[in-house]
């Protein structure tokens, strides 16, 4: 079983649609938990950490489920500059070892 | 701006050549990593180095070794190339806190 995983889609939706992304980890022990996104030929960048209370950005929203070990991501109000790969990430230790997700790719068409 | 560099974003090399990756970052961070990323398999960390001088292996560090002399310079090295090196090689960095790591460019290595 892989340490993190993730659905890797690709999840197709139209301009406007809201679309959710999971990601289960198997480290029970975890402590940080990261969402990157990371563009077609690009390297990744840090969306947004994702914390114990959820937490909002705009029109993302990243929650966290202990109990059940998963991550969401939901992306409302969808743009077509939002078509990209995210990526689910785990710090198991805190350390900055991070684990990487194979990572979701969204592709949001007109 | 946080900015990483990299020496190459595409490279060619014949198998068993010895490869130098070359990885700065300009924010003094002390916390510096070398990655791969392969299609299905996601990134995964070669070395990583806390400090000068210091390293530790990842999840895959068989075929590299790493080398830090300098806080903002990290580099990989692979002894005796072979094709299945053939990958995208990401360097990333962090300050101690927060936990963003912020990635160079990448470097596209072919091993033929």
């Known amino acids: 079983r892989k340490e993190v995983e993730q659905d890797p889609g690709p999840f197709n939706v139209p301009e406007g649609a809201t679309v959710a992304f999971n990601c289960t980890y198997s480290?029970?022990?975890?402590?940080?938990f990261f969402w990157y996104r990371q563009d077609c030929r690009k390297e990744p960048k840090l969306l947004m950490s994702?914390?114990?209370s959820g937490n909002e950005d705009g029109r993302f929203t990243a929650q966290l489920n202990r109990a059940s070990q998963y991550i969401s991501l939901l992306i409302r109000d969808s743009k077509l500059s939002d078509s990209a790969t995210y990526l689910c990430?785990?710090?198991?230790?805190?350390?900055?070892?991070?684990?990487f997700g194979q990572g979701t790719t969204l592709q949001v068409k007109p | 701006d946080v900015k990483v560099t990299q020496s190459s974003r595409y490279l060619v090399k014949r198998t068993g050549e010895k490869v130098f990756l070359e990885c700065v970052q300009d924010m003094d961070h002390e916390n510096m990593f070398w990655y791969r990323q392969d299609p299905g398999l996601g990134l995964r960390l070669i070395y990583f180095s806390y400090d000068v001088k210091m390293k530790e292996k990842g999840d895959i560090p068989e075929g590299y070794s790493v080398s830090r002399e300098k806080k903002e310079r990290f580099s990989l090295i692979l002894e005796s190339a072979s094709t299945n090196q053939t990958s995208m090689y990401l360097c990333?960095?962090?300050?101690?806190?927060?936990?963003?790591?912020?990635f160079g460019p990448g470097t596209r290595l072919t091993v033929t």
């Open positions: 990333a960095s962090r300050d101690g806190s927060p936990y963003e790591q912020y």
């Open positions: 480290n029970s022990a975890s402590q940080s």
């Open positions: 994702v914390y114990s």
């Open positions: 990430v785990v710090d198991p230790g805190n350390t900055g070892k991070l684990i």
